[in-house]
């Protein structure tokens, strides 16, 4: 196939027909990337000053905690996840997305819902469930929302053009079906009817880590089973085992939320099936690894470069995770800055740094124009690099000495804070490079949408025509 043929081929009435609907989700994201951000940073500061916006009652120290992981976890992960999401599924089915008008109303009634969660717990209206803050008047606001935006891509699955699929439309079709499973079931449970005594907690756990094996994980497996084989040019190896890695992640992934319960007062068994659904996913992450280490062999492409560390981010958070599950090693670790240092492991480096990725490469496509600057690009992957390296270091470090300081009697509790607050300066340094980082993103997209777009996409775009290789 010649080159004019690729790159006829890479900019396709898929791409042009969804432009307005996935930059409308790509622009909410990284506006919300951007606030959750800002509010991040500040709750670092609280952390290291708690006398600062002390005197604020809708910026406290739980408040605050709770805007910036509702800002960045329905605000950049929801709307950036769906717009990649949408557009892997129009691209493999074959045919432009249909019914993108859901998607737009779904985009604007899910971004109210995030505005109306933040004010909601600035009044004190919240809630306490980890990655549940939002008030109840809230939740089901985006439960529809997101029934909607996924309209046109559950479409796509469904009238497909090739009877064939591929490995990242089965995580893509699978996060948009079970995130309003998760989401309701959660609601049921700990809100409208919530259950009694040691089941809240149980609950809880299980909402908190479903949430991440059983939506946010997929959306990234989606754009990086997408992304690897499409810049790379190379088959993905060993793909007859992305079916078992996936049903893996699928039905052993909701069981490992009893690991944050270990010695607390439920029954025993809880986290011991835990601990065995931590050991059971190592399968997923081995075949994660072996079907997408092309990405670390790529070069000339920095979003492939995203991807890679993303990929890298993955699979060494769930190994992490699986050591981190041991009673041994959670008897020290439980209650540390070390849950904090995985969960940043995963949702700002498996999660962003591959969606920075898709981001970077399907942004052009359907815009039909390149990135106006590749100094900005390369001043963003070295902010993302560095910020989360020393984001994640930072706060594992602080983790590894507060869980020291905890097991020792002689030890006061108002010394343990002397002891970490060095590494949570460094982790509040590297969530403010970090910040610097997405600002060039943001203003880079933006810089981009306002420029005329080319006449021809021939000369632009020069990547493997193929959309996935072959399964055998």
Known sequence: MSTMAQASH??????????????????????WLVASGVLALLHFIQTLSPAFLADCPAFTYGRM??????????????????AIA?????????????????????????????????VGIAIGDGTATPFLRVPEYVQL?????????????????????????????WYAVAALFLFPWVFSVAQLMLVHFPVRGVLQAIAAGWFAQSLWTLWVAPLALAAAYYLVPKITGRIIPSYDFSSLGFWTLLVVGGWTGGRHLIGGPVPVWVATIAIVACA???????????????????????ALRFVALGVAAYLIGGLADSVTSLRMVAEDLQFTWMTQAQTQLALSGAFTLIAFG??????????????????????HFAAALIGTIVLVAGLAIAGFAQGAALADASVAFADIAGKTRPWILLATAGQAVMLLGNLALLYHFIRLLASKPAATAAPLFREPAAMEASAT
């Open 10 to 31: 890479e900019v396709s009435e898929v791409d042009s027909s969804a432009r307005g609907t996935i930059n409308f989700l790509l622009l909410s994201a990284l506006l």
């Open 65 to 82: 905690r709770g805007h910036a992981e509702t800002a960045f976890l329905y605000g950049w992960i929801g709307n950036a996840g769906f």
């Open 86 to 118: 949408l557009w892997i599924l129009g691209r493999l089915g074959g045919s432009p997305l249909r019914s993108l008008n859901w998607a737009v109303v779904g985009t604007l009634f899910w971004n109210l819902g995030v505005v109306l969660g933040l």
């Open 141 to 169: 606001l985006l439960l529809v929302s997101s029934g909607a935006i996924a309209v046109p891509g559950i479409l796509a699955w469904t009238g497909r053009n090739r009877a064939r699929t591929f490995a990242a439309q």
């Open 280 to 302: 059971t996913l190592v399968f997923h992450y081995i075949v994660v690894g072996l079907n997408l280490r092309h990405a670390f062999s790529g070069r000339g492409s920095t």
């Open 358 to 379: 898709a981001i970077y490469f399907l942004v052009p496509r359907i815009a039909n124009q390149p990135w106006p600057s590749l100094g900005l690009i390369r001043a």
